[in-house]
T-cell receptor
Framework: AQKVTQAQTEISVVEKEDVTLDCVYE???????LFWYKQPPSGELVFLIR??????QNEISGRYSWNFQKSTSSFNFTITASQVVDSAVYFC????????????FGTGTKLQVIP | DTEVTQTPKHLVMGMTNKKSLKCEQH?????MYWYKQKAKKPPELMFV???????INESVPSRFSPECPNSSLLNLHLHALQPEDSALYLC??????????????FGDGTRLSIL
């Protein structure tokens, strides 16, 4: 069975600080997909990034960056120069390959950016 | 604005009422999903429709009845709900079932309160 652990329940940072959200996953499969979603107070889950297990390149998108390390089964998410609009709950998720595979979500990290 | 539209945004109903949640997408996606999300918890999968056919039912009580009239619409019919069914109900779609490397696109959700 798959498992996604987001050990940080809530994080508060002051605007313009950098913040890293941790994600650790467990799976016995060698092919899998990792995702990050953002859920603002409005409720919608916003897709941020998808990474497959064979692509360990780190990715940067504007102020967002992701560090995927298979050796430690981690897929961490860093926001640089945080802004108030980044305040939300962030979910890390995993799904396996082959047919339909349920998405396993972590428990989420609530990020509060204080002005 | 999301590409997956859910109505209503909020719904309050008594335990004896019958109501329906609606979800619509016009992205040509052939897989649609219902999730239930309790406060401070990750989304939990309820149903998956693939090409308008029910593909997965995650042992959801029969008081929840999904329906997929066409490839763009997904309904969730509610009857004789219990107070513990109060939650945010999220609809999502993806290009096709099994495309787990493709992210699911979520709507804003319907916040349901059972009196």
């Amino acid at each position: 069975a798959q498992k996604v652990t987001q050990a940080q329940t809530e994080i508060s940072v002051v605007e313009k600080e950098d913040v890293t959200l941790d994600c650790v996953y467990e799976t016995r499969d060698t092919t899998y997909y990792l995702f990050w979603y953002k859920q603002p107070p409005s409720g919608e889950l916003v897709f941020l990034i998808r990474r497959n297990s064979f692509d360990e390149q780190n990715e940067i998108s504007g102020r967002y960056s992701w560090n995927f390390q298979k050796s430690t089964s981690s897929f961490n998410f860093t926001i640089t120069a945080s802004q108030v609009v980044d305040s939300a709950v962030y979910f890390c998720a995993l799904s396996l390959s082959g047919g339909y595979q349920k998405v396993t979500f972590g428990t989420g990290t609530k990020l509060q950016v204080i002005p | 604005d999301t590409e997956v539209t859910q109505t209503p945004k909020h719904l309050v109903m008594g335990m004896t009422n019958k109501k329906s949640l609606k979800c619509e997408q016009h992205m040509g996606h052939r897989a649609m999903y219902w999730y239930k999300q309790k406060a401070k918890k990750p989304p939990e999968l309820m149903f998956v429709y693939s090409y308008e056919k029910l593909s997965i039912n995650e042992s959801v009580p029969s008081r929840f009845s999904p329906e997929c009239p066409n490839s763009s619409l997904l309904n969730l019919h509610l009857h004789a709900l219990q107070p513990e069914d109060s939650a945010l109900y999220l609809c999502a779609s993806s290009p096709r079932e099994g495309a787990n490397n493709q992210p699911q696109h979520f709507g804003d959700g319907t916040r349901l309160s059972i009196l």
